[in-house]
């Protein structure tokens, strides 16, 4: 892994893509940095982070495209699958070289909380500006690992950048969707079945078994069934309290607020972990195809 990770890191930085994320990251937060503090004269720093997210979620697949597409484009993912290298540490490797150029814009941006602090001799609310940095973490961390999957699906970096931003911007609307969506239980019934074949696709998509995907398809559909038929009213407003409870940027706004659950961690880790796991499925797929 540790290989790996040194090798991805380093290219990173030989090519343009390190330095343009980091440079487009540190220009979009700088730019709200300039509006809330030195305009609106806020001194917390989580205005500025929470304030970021609506762009730099556009900026995560710089970062993330190339990761496994470029390995397929140019083939050298041929010499790394053959290599003694394990899966996990592939995976990982790649996955942490990513992570590693995403806490340097982190570290950047720690100058400017500094500077309100002794230059504008701001005060801050700690809880909240810690929480502000947790919750841009976890979740610029969940952009990596849902932006790798994707590039683990196509050699095309270009339709690889392009599905990631499609998938953020859904998670993004997803947010306050679950105040559109009817109650009904029998709406509810209908979009469960949706995300089951969604969630059953990317099973397949995962581990390319049909009989064990239809066994897990079949009990998972009688169970849903059976329970809407013996507890119908479990089913009203289900599909509103799902979307809220999955809702990245619903934990994320809790997380920046200064509300420290754990179970908004674990969400997130539970995200991470995830994505990188299909992105694990579809390495070693290709590692015995």
Do not use: C
């Not at 990173?12 to 440079?23: E, Q």
């Amino acid at each position: 892994m540790t290989a790996v990770f040194l090798k991805e890191l380093r290219s990173y930085f030989r090519g343009p893509i390190g330095y343009v994320f980091i440079g487009m990251m540190f220009l979009v937060i700088s730019f709200y940095y300039i509006v809330y503090t030195m305009y609106y004269q806020f001194a917390d720093y989580y205005y500025v982070l929470d304030a970021s997210v609506g762009l730099i979620m556009f900026i995560f697949p710089v970062l993330t495209m190339r990761i496994m597409s470029e390995e397929m484009k140019t083939k050298t993912d041929q010499i790394l699958l053959t290599s003694p290298v394990k899966t996990s540490g592939i995976v990982l490797g790649k996955f942490f070289a990513a992570e590693a150029v995403f806490l340097i814009v982190i570290l950047l941006t720690l100058i400017q909380p500094l500077v309100t602090l002794v230059h504008f001799k701001g005060v801050m609310n700690s809880a909240f500006t810690f929480g502000g940095y947790l919750a841009f973490f976890l979740l610029g961390t969940a952009f990596i690992a849902i932006g790798m999957f994707i590039s683990s699906l196509t050699e095309n970096q270009l339709i690889a950048a392009v599905i990631t931003i499609v998938i953020f911007m859904l998670m993004n609307l997803s947010n306050g969707l679950y105040n559109v969506f009817p109650s009904s239980r029998y709406f509810s019934l209908g979009a469960l079945i949706v995300a089951l074949i969604i969630i059953l696709f990317l099973i397949y998509r995962a581990i390319h078994e049909v009989i064990i995907t239809g066994i897990v398809g079949v009990v998972s559909l009688l169970i849903l069934l059976v329970t809407f038929f013996i507890v119908p009213t479990a089913f009203d407003g289900l599909l509103v309290n799902i979307l809220k409870e999955f809702s990245v940027f619903e934990r994320f706004g809790d997380i920046f607020t200064g509300v420290f659950e754990l179970n908004h961690v674990v969400f997130f880790l539970s995200v991470i972990v995830f994505f990188l796991f299909l992105t694990y499925q579809e390495v070693e797929k290709k590692r015995w195809s």
